[in-house]
């Protein structure tokens, strides 16, 4: 019988204990204590540094953490991208064939269309200044 570990970071709230924790390889955006914004799949070193796309990162360094994943970038980004492209479309058409009004509602059309250009993440933001505490663990299978 084959024993396997899998590597993750650990992230605990100092004050509740609360505990969350995020497998090796998977896609993380982060903001480092000098200001750099990193994201991408991370793989562990060690103890004390992983890799983004190449780029060694002290876990002391990580200032904000969050996780990434790509179906919820692509499918929030494609739907405001898609609607506002619509919203846009529908306003100018009735501003131009129906009433000048109907031109209103290209502003929120081209709202929609820059917030899914700018690609939001709704997931939960863990900061170091707010009481979490990052680590490399390793669970034996």
Request: aromatic fraction near 8%; avoid cysteine; charge should be positive.
């Amino acid at each position: 019988m084959a024993i396997s570990q899998n590597s993750f970071i650990k992230i605990t709230n100092l004050s509740t204990n609360k505990e969350k924790v995020i497998k090796e390889n998977r896609r993380i955006k982060l903001k480092t204590s000098d200001g750099r914004k990193i994201k991408g799949r991370f793989k562990i070193e060690n103890n004390n540094n992983i890799f983004i796309d190449n780029v060694r990162i002290d876990l002391n360094d990580i200032k904000e953490l969050k996780r990434n994943p790509i179906l919820l970038s692509i499918l929030s980004s494609g739907f405001l991208i898609y609607g506002g492209a619509i919203t846009t479309g529908i306003g100018f058409i009735i501003g131009v064939t129906v009433n000048p009004a109907g031109f209103w509602l290209v502003i929120p059309g081209v709202a929609m269309i820059y917030s899914g250009i700018k690609s939001p993440n709704i997931n939960r933001n863990y900061k170091r200044d707010s009481g979490w505490k990052f680590e490399v663990i390793t669970i034996s299978n």
